[in-house]
């Protein structure tokens, strides 16, 4: 047998697996061969890129750069020699491979490839040839070819390698983005050209103002995405004596260069207008690509979130919410005439200036007063739309909803016809043959509608002007004319401090609807406080001149204001001027306007006498006395948990000062039989509150099935107040004081709500059953005016005040209004933590937890 061209086996699977075999050994083996020698090439290059990027290039001159640059080049070529010299492995030593990581002793690598030369003839030979072969392809099966094992610890005995990587990776995070610049240094020949300013290009971004977001910086090393707002300023600056090339895409719109800039510094402005792309590219091997995403700005949004609520004195409110991207710049509302009316008007639509609403998604609703009763307009039915506008100058429209305006209140029904007419002839100013019609009407006979000489004599003037008006001026001061007729019939009978009060309440107002400096808003205060104080004396020596049998179901002292309750709520309206909430304010005066309104039209016999009436006035005040105590259970509940929490941390504090004295342990056991103690004692006092909470509860139920015998309807205020007094009274059953706490709050809120709209129903009852007598008892079936407001001072206290937002006597807690806003609450808890902040007497742990809710804030 000898080695010689030989044959493969005469299968097919066994040739392919005997060919897959040959050509990973030869794979392995001349991997182990060349890696060795293809290293130092690669070793050499890792040398000149460490180097590079250390900076070796930067403090040589052309002359060293191009030497030691043509040292690497040498060393480089030189490298290769062990390559040049590298031979591919032959067939041998391909088989030897194969069968030495077999492992088998008979070589069955070289046995497929084998041919008997010797004794060929033999028979005998052949068999045992033919028995050999079989026996080496059945082992190759079993063949493998082991993996390549270059060895290289030998031949890199102290691992060059291994510091030449670690080398390599430190100087790429040394150089970072001067990665390109150190590296094109060392091809670069030229001579210096001197000292002169260094090149440097810098590029940041500008988002919009409004948008309230920072500036941001831009890498311009290397390649990034940006997602900015719309209408951002991108700049790149460039200083210094070199160039660079800046390619805008199209969403980018150039900006006019700055004026007064240096001749070594220009700057390439641009305005985010869409997607888009900048490409810069500066000298040989730098350059990047930026990616800008643009945030699109949306147009604002608001909506109604409930109709317009109409108060007592002429005025409404509405509320709404609003939304947008970054912030609401205004907010007005577009008033125009409901209907098919389609003539012209003298007096254009009233404009609404509201109160911007807080753009967050989540934020609460907003409430805005407004008070148009001495507008022409004022009783007119009109059409009410919401507009935002955005700082871009983007506009959104709210729905339309359909309104009368309110009108201020005339009791005189000559005052009422006169300001009907006004509005008519305002309204249509070419149809105004119906108000020449009606004036000469009132002056038919003077004894029964005119009978004053001077309002004869001013109504007979106003129908004249009006016949021989030619021009609008003449019209409008024709409906100006009817105006004061109408406010002097009707306020004709004020007296000297009535008419002095009035006249102090629209100085104010106008004053803070124009945002007067504080000075002005004092000095009209302080006369506003005289003129008060002066009707207020008229009023007392009134009443003692015309006493009254006194109501036995009315208790004074919870149904009396006092002049200090007034001063004070003054004082609040100062305050909120001087804080810059003048929402506040101007709510602080309206309710103060409620409650001197009514005070100027009580009558010394001005109360319920119907039994109905003083049942319903009964359980108005049964329901008061309720959300007053509801009130204190809630201050009890909260002062008892605090409380119990600042005990807990006395007794801690002296469990640590016992156990740092060692002292001994009977003292130990004295202070747990007084915690147990303790214990006991707050059980029984969440037991107590819990069982005020369950009196409540009872009183309230027991107060709605007498206000459904009384043929009222169920309050939904009362059924929610009902249910949180339920959970209530489980939370502090089970010592859970804050859930306690919040459950109460919303009874309060709930009978606060219960309240108002107990009012609503008395008053429309009131006036219905008053309506029908007064139609019974007046021919025409006219109802009294007078009977109506009659009605409507029922539902007050002695000064004329809603029961459902009264505050209580003086020294008492005040209740606060149902429509008080969010942000009004919101600062008067922060009020209230600053003043309990600053009582030094308080505990530390009470001081430091006021703090973390004021930093909060």
């Known amino acids: 047998m000898s080695e010689g061209p030989g044959t493969l086996p005469a299968s097919s699977q066994i040739a392919s697996r005997f060919g897959e075999l040959m050509v990973r050994a030869r794979t392995a083996l001349t991997w182990e061969q060349a890696w060795p020698r293809a290293w130092l090439p690669v070793g050499i290059v890792l040398v000149f890129l460490t180097a590079s990027w250390f900076g070796l290039w930067l403090d040589m001159g052309p002359v060293g750069r191009m030497i030691g640059l043509g040292l690497f080049a040498a060393v480089f070529a030189a490298s290769f020699w062990p390559l040049i010299r590298f031979r591919r492995p032959t067939r041998s030593e391909v088989l030897g491979r194969i069968d030495r990581d077999t492992g088998l002793s008979h070589s069955p690598a070289h046995t497929l490839v084998d041919t008997l030369t010797i004794g060929s003839a033999d028979p005998g030979t052949r068999a045992l040839w033919a028995l050999h072969r079989r026996r080496a392809e059945d082992a190759i099966r079993h063949m493998r070819v082991a993996p390549p094992r270059p060895d290289m610890p030998k031949r890199d005995f102290y691992a060059l390698r291994a510091v030449a990587l670690l080398a390599f990776v430190a100087s790429a995070f040394v150089a970072g983005p001067e990665m390109g610049p150190r590296l094109s240094s060392a091809f670069d020949w030229r001579m210096p050209a001197g000292p002169g300013p260094a090149f440097r290009i810098d590029g940041w971004v500008d988002p919009p103002l409004y948008t309230r977001a920072p500036p941001v910086m831009i890498d311009l090393a290397k390649s990034q995405t940006l997602r900015m707002p719309v209408r951002s300023t991108v700049v790149i600056r460039i200083a210094g004596e070199g160039t660079a090339e800046i390619t805008a895409g199209a969403g980018l719109a150039p900006l006019p260069p700055k004026a007064g800039q240096r001749a070594d510094l220009r700057e390439e402005r641009f305005t985010l207008e869409a997607n888009s792309e900048i490409s810069l590219k500066t000298g040989f091997a730098s350059g990047a690509r930026l990616t800008f995403e643009a945030i699109p700005d949306r147009a604002p949004a608001i909506a109604f979130t409930g109709p317009p609520e109409v108060n007592g004195q002429g005025g409404f409110t509405l509320v709404y919410k609003g939304k947008d991207d970054y912030g609401i710049a205004s907010t007005d509302g577009l008033v125009e005439r409901s209907g098919n009316v389609t003539g012209r008007s003298l007096v254009p639509a009233p404009a609404l200036s ?495 937890y006021f703090d973390r809710l004021l930093r909060r804030n």
Do not use: C
Not at 407 to 427: G, I, T
Not at 429 to 445: F, G, K, S, Y
């Open 354 to 848: 509201l109160a911007i609403p807080n753009h967050d998604e989540n934020a609460p609703e907003t409430r805005a007063l407004v008070d148009l009763s001495t507008h022409p307009w004022a009783g007119a039915k009109v059409k009410i739309q919401l507009r935002v506008k955005d700082e871009a100058g983007q506009e959104g429209l709210s729905e339309t909803i359909d309104f009368t305006l309110p009108q201020r209140a005339f009791s005189n029904p000559l005052a009422k016809a006169l300001v009907e007419q006004r509005r008519d002839l305002v309204l249509a100013p070419d149809d105004r043959r119906w108000v020449q019609t009606a004036l000469d009407a009132l002056l038919i006979e003077p004894d029964s509608f005119t009978p004053q000489w001077g309002v004869f004599m001013g109504l007979r003037l106003a129908a004249e002007r009006l016949r021989q008006a030619r021009s609008d001026e003449a019209l409008l001061e024709v409906a100006e004319w009817l105006w004061t007729m109408a406010v002097q019939i009707e306020d004709g009978n004020l007296s000297d401090s009535e008419q002095q009060l009035r006249a102090a309440q629209e100085r104010l107002k106008e004053a803070m609807d124009r945002g007067a400096p504080d000075s002005e808003i004092k000095r009209l205060t302080d006369e506003l406080r005289q003129a008060m104080d002066r009707f207020l004396r008229e009023f007392a020596q009134r009443m003692q001149d015309n006493p009254t049998t006194q109501d036995p179901n009315q208790r004074e002292p919870d149904r009396v204001i006092s002049q200090n309750d007034l001063n004070r709520m003054l004082e609040k309206m100062e305050d909120a001027m001087r804080r810059g909430d003048v929402a506040e304010a101007q709510r602080l005066l309206d309710e103060l306007r409620n409650i001197l309104e009514n005070l100027q039209t009580a009558r010394p016999d001005g109360r319920m006498s119907d039994p109905l009436g003083r049942e319903m006035q009964q359980s108005m005040r049964d329901l008061e006395d309720m959300a007053r105590d509801q009130q204190n259970l809630r201050d009890d509940t909260f002062r008892d948990g605090q409380n119990r929490r600042m005990q807990q941390g006395d007794r801690n504090r002296q469990h640590r000062q016992r156990g740092q004295r060692g002292e001994p342990g009977d003292n130990q056991e004295q202070a747990e039989n007084g915690e147990e103690g303790e214990g006991q004692q707050e059980g029984q006092s969440g037991k107590g509150l819990s069982e005020r909470q369950q009196a409540l509860r009872e009183r309230l139920r027991e107060l709605q099935r007498r206000m459904q015998g009384q043929g009222m309807q169920n309050e939904q205020g009362l059924g929610d107040a009902e249910e949180a007094m339920r959970e209530a009274e489980g939370a502090l059953g089970q010592g859970q004081d804050g859930e306690a706490v919040d459950a109460q709050g919303r009874a309060l809120e709930g009978l606060r709500r219960g309240m108002q709209g107990m009012a609503q129903q008395m008053q429309q009852m009131q006036e219905g059953q008053q309506g029908n007598e007064q139609a019974g008892d007046q021919p025409g079936g006219q109802a009294n005016p007078q009977g109506r407001e009659q009605a409507g001072r029922e539902n007050n206290d002695p000064l004329g005040r809603p029961t459902r937002s009264r505050d209580a006597a003086e020294g008492g807690r005040p209740i606060p209004s149902v429509n008080e806003s969010p942000a009004q609450r919101a600062g008067r808890i922060l009020e209230e933590l600053r003043r309990k902040l600053g009582d030094p007497t308080r505990p530390q742990e009470e001081l430091d």
